[in-house]
């Protein structure tokens, strides 16, 4: 079986492919014109893809019949037609757990160097302009005691919680689709309703799976409606959120500050007049870069399509409604 990857990825994955006895390509050219991505997709039985630019969507399987397995170099499958891989009975697997702890490291970093103006003080020592001693200037705020609130309180939305119990004793509340009793048992969790999410936060912090329903659930009524003292952190996907009403928000003193792991749109334009402001933190999606967790990836992604070699269950599928076809 012919396998395409789109992008290099660390070694382990690719040597478990290979020993497994499954032909591996790698373009030389990673930067690969949407053509060129899709005719390597033709001429291969399946694909471990790494990056979220290329939709698996009903065009797509339509001009590549010989797609047989799909494993992705990421937990978010928003870029896949799920429904249509089960119809053509396509596993389509994941990476989920290996970069939760990773994630929330930066959740909780944005958090921090927002609270404090970190990057506008860094620009400051970068630029040699400290300037003279103002106890008014651009102060940052404490997180002590203060509460963060959660959207999508899953793996890596409880990793974010149970650190920022720890290191601030802050109380924990959120909004999931169903009771998180983990997080209720050992962080004292509370479930709210998403009004009182958006209302009681002093730290909102997005970690749920991007559905197209979704998009720019985060926009301008939102906003009015959060503490002007409020941090809005999103890891999650860009697409949650309306980048210019955010923009708004942070200038009129709707909320405090902003800390994006993920834009929107992605890659942020270098001339977003967002990154000017003081009381924001950008990182150009880094939240799985950590070797550990890409490692792990790596591995799972191999996991699944070797299971699928064997004629097994993906480990981490997921669309998991496939097997009952």
Same mark, same amino acid.
């Given at each position: 079986?012919?396998?395409?990857?789109?992008?290099?990825?660390?070694?382990?994955?690719?040597?478990?492919?290979?020993?497994?006895?499954?032909?591996?390509?790698?373009?030389?050219?990673?930067?690969?014109?949407?053509?060129?991505?899709?005719?390597?997709?033709?001429?291969?039985?399946?694909?471990?893809?790494?990056?979220?630019?290329?939709?698996?969507?009903?065009?797509?399987?339509?001009?590549?019949?010989?797609?047989?397995?799909?494993?992705?170099?990421?937990?978010?499958?928003?870029?896949?037609?799920?429904?249509?891989?089960?119809?053509?009975?396509?596993?389509?697997?994941?990476?989920?757990?290996?970069?939760?702890?990773?994630?929330?490291?930066?959740?909780?970093?944005?958090?921090?160097?927002?609270?404090?103006?970190?990057?506008?003080?860094?620009?400051? !020592?970068?630029?040699?302009?400290?300037?003279?001693?103002?106890?008014?200037?651009?102060?940052?705020?404490?997180?002590?005691?203060?509460?963060?609130?959660?959207?999508?309180?899953?793996?890596?939305?409880?990793?974010?919680?149970?650190?920022?119990?720890?290191?601030?004793?802050?109380?924990?509340?959120?909004?999931?689709?169903?009771?998180?009793?983990?997080?209720?048992?050992?962080?004292?969790?509370?479930?709210?309703?998403?009004?009182?999410?958006?209302?009681?936060?002093?730290?909102?912090?997005?970690?749920?799976?991007?559905?197209?329903?979704?998009?720019?659930?985060?926009?301008?009524?939102?906003?009015?409606?959060?503490?002007?003292?409020?941090?809005? !952190?999103?890891?999650?996907?860009?697409?949650?959120?309306?980048?210019?009403?955010?923009?708004?928000?942070?200038?009129?003193?709707?909320?405090?500050?902003?800390?994006?792991?993920?834009?929107?749109?992605?890659?942020?334009?270098?001339?977003?007049?967002?990154?000017?402001?003081?009381?924001?933190?950008?990182?150009?999606?880094?939240?799985?870069?950590?070797?550990?967790?890409?490692?792990?990836?790596?591995?799972?992604?191999?996991?699944?399509?070797?299971?699928?070699?064997?004629?097994?269950?993906?480990?981490?599928?997921?669309?998991?409604?496939?097997?009952?076809?």
């Amino acid at each position: 079986m012919k396998v395409f990857v789109n992008k290099r990825i660390p070694e382990i994955g690719i040597h478990m492919l290979e020993d497994a006895g499954l032909e591996v390509f790698i373009p030389e050219n990673e930067n690969l014109s949407h053509d060129e991505w899709l005719s390597y997709c033709k001429s291969s039985d399946a694909i471990l893809s790494v990056g979220g630019d290329y939709k698996y969507d009903k065009d797509f399987f339509d001009e590549c019949p010989n797609i047989k397995a799909i494993a992705l170099f990421s937990v978010g499958f928003d870029h896949v037609d799920i429904k249509e891989a089960n119809q053509r009975n396509i596993p389509v697997g994941n990476t989920p757990d290996v970069l939760s702890k990773a994630t929330s490291d930066v959740a909780f970093l944005l958090m921090q160097s927002v609270a404090r103006r970190a990057s506008y003080n860094f620009e400051k !020592v970068k630029t040699g302009n400290w300037g003279s001693f103002d106890p008014l200037h651009a102060l940052g705020q404490e997180l002590y005691g203060k509460t963060l609130g959660v959207f999508g309180l899953g793996r890596i939305g409880f990793e974010m919680a149970k650190k920022a119990q720890k290191a601030f004793d802050m109380n924990i509340i959120y909004h999931n689709r169903h009771h998180n009793e983990e997080a209720e048992n050992e962080l004292n969790a509370r479930y709210v309703s998403f009004d009182e999410l958006i209302e009681n936060s002093d730290v909102l912090s997005i970690h749920a799976n991007f559905k197209p329903e979704q998009k720019e659930l985060f926009n301008a009524e939102i906003f009015g409606k959060m503490k002007p003292n409020a941090i809005f !952190v999103n890891t999650a996907r860009g697409g949650f959120h309306h980048q210019k009403d955010l923009y708004e928000a942070l200038t009129s003193g709707k909320i405090w500050g902003a800390g994006l792991d993920v834009t929107n749109p992605e890659p942020i334009y270098k001339d977003d007049p967002i990154l000017e402001l003081s009381n924001v933190c950008v990182l150009p999606h880094i939240g799985s870069a950590t070797i550990e967790a890409r490692n792990g990836m790596s591995k799972l992604a191999a996991e699944n399509l070797i299971a699928f070699v064997k004629g097994e269950k993906m480990p981490h599928c997921a669309n998991p409604d496939v097997y009952n076809n």
